[in-house]
């Protein structure tokens, strides 16, 4: 998707607003300004950051801070899933044993 149609999503979104957010490093299309090609990601991403900013209010210098906890987030929702699939593929009495470690 282009930057005028993602801008077009958002009817009180200001192109220079959106511009800013890519220079921060707080959205990363695909490709050079102004052929940015925004994926569904990174859609998803300005959306949240829409949200925050404009019904939320939540102030512009705490935007990185938020945006880096939800980033560990879902990194550690990818690491818990992998975990979780090693386990499953491991002997009943591995499992076993991890779940009596995990319950102490």
Known sequence: MRFTAVIALFPDLREAELHAWVERGWVRPAGIEPDWIFQEIDVARVRLIHDFRHTMDVHEETIPLVLSLLDQVYALRGQVR???????????????????????
């Open 82 to 104: 992998a975990i979780a699939r090693a386990v499953e593929g491991q002997p009943e009495s591995v499992r076993a044993a991890i779940l009596a470690a995990i319950r102490g």
